[in-house]
């Protein structure tokens, strides 16, 4: 494995590792479930690519490759449609945005209950 593979690789790793660092935090210190999906899905979805991008540079064996970019596809198929089904559930729940949210796009939408 040349040098420049190498730095790559690690570059990948350094970013990724920040990226799901940076979602972690999201998790902790957000307001609201929606604040918190938004910052799960997105960076999360980010940071594990990366990291899977990283081993299949790494590897360089054909199979290894191909399960890492189907991981990486897996990741961003899955993620974004599963925070949006857990934002739209928590707001059928009765969850409301915080005060920070301008705009409720969804409060037109819902009757209110009796």
Do not use: N, Q, W
């Not at 064996?61 to 899955?78: K, Q």
């Not at 449609?81 to 945005?97: D, E, Q, T």
Request: charged fraction near 15%; charge should be positive; glycine fraction near 8%.
């Amino acid at each position: 494995m040349s040098a420049v593979v190498e730095i790559i690789c690690g570059l990948m790793l350094i970013t990724g590792a920040c990226f799901a660092f940076v979602a972690s935090l999201g998790l902790m210190r957000l307001k609201d479930v929606y604040m918190r999906t938004h910052a799960a899905s997105k960076a999360g979805t980010l940071g594990s690519g990366l990291m899977l991008l990283a081993l299949a540079v790494e590897a360089g064996d054909l199979s290894v490759v191909t399960r890492a970019i189907a991981g990486v596809v897996f990741f961003l198929l899955t993620a974004p449609i599963s925070a949006h089904l857990l934002a739209k559930a928590a707001y059928a729940a009765g969850y409301r945005p915080c005060a920070d949210t301008k705009i409720d796009a969804l409060a037109e939408t819902v009757r209110p209950k009796d």
